[in-house]
């Protein structure tokens, strides 16, 4: 369960080092409306907004509470059975940040009333979607400065294991085929 307080920054992505000033002109609870709106709109269910701001037990802020050191901004919601997460902490307050938040939502609202939907989609999980990059040496395990005699080795050694006769799969020996290729490729 995502907590409002203190920040839930996501896994794995980084930090902007050197906050700057915004050009919004909104206050914290106006731009705070603004993201659950957007939310609702988008179809977005139990949206959490986690910042550093000390919460009373009614879920609102303390009155006569101090600027939080940290001033970045994740929001947690839940789109069409997925747990998605906004984050920003470019600008050096959290109303900012939480408007910054608002007009990303708000414009891809407007990629799916423009007829392209599916792009919403993409951009929620394209990039986290990708296949990762392996180099050909990770897959057989050599050095670049391998010889081929070297290569040829690497290969027969993991396609023992890799060969669907052997309990591998079709697809792992296809990698195995496929580093081997380009190393010798690159070896010639």
């Known amino acids: ?53 000390p919460l009373r037990r009614d879920g609102l802020p303390y009155a006569n509470r101090r600027p939080a050191d940290d001033k970045g901004v994740a929001v947690y ?22 408007q910054a938040i608002h007009k990303t939502i708000e414009a891809l609202r407007g990629i799916e009333r423009w007829g392209s939907g599916d792009m919403v989609q993409q951009a929620f999980t ?21 010889t081929p005699d070297e290569i040829d080795a690497a290969f027969k050694q993991k396609a023992m294991f890799a060969h669907p006769d052997k309990g591998g799969s079709t697809e792992a020996m296809q990698k195995l085929n496929e580093a081997r290729r380009k190393l010798r490729e690159r070896a010639a």
């Open 1 to 53: 369960m995502t907590e409002a307080y203190p920040l839930q920054w996501p896994a794995g992505k980084p930090r902007t080092n050197r906050p700057e000033r915004a050009r919004f002109d909104i206050s914290q609870e106006r731009a705070q409306k603004g993201i659950l709106e957007q939310i609702r709109m988008l179809g977005g269910k139990l949206p959490v907004i986690s910042t550093n701001i």
């Open 126 to 146: 394209g990039f986290t979607a990708l296949p990762s990059q392996e180099s050909p040496y990770d897959v057989l395990g050599v050095k670049p400065t391998a």
């Open 77 to 98: 919601f839940t789109l069409r059975g997925q747990q998605m997460c906004f984050a920003c902490d470019r600008w050096d307050d959290i109303k900012d940040n939480m």
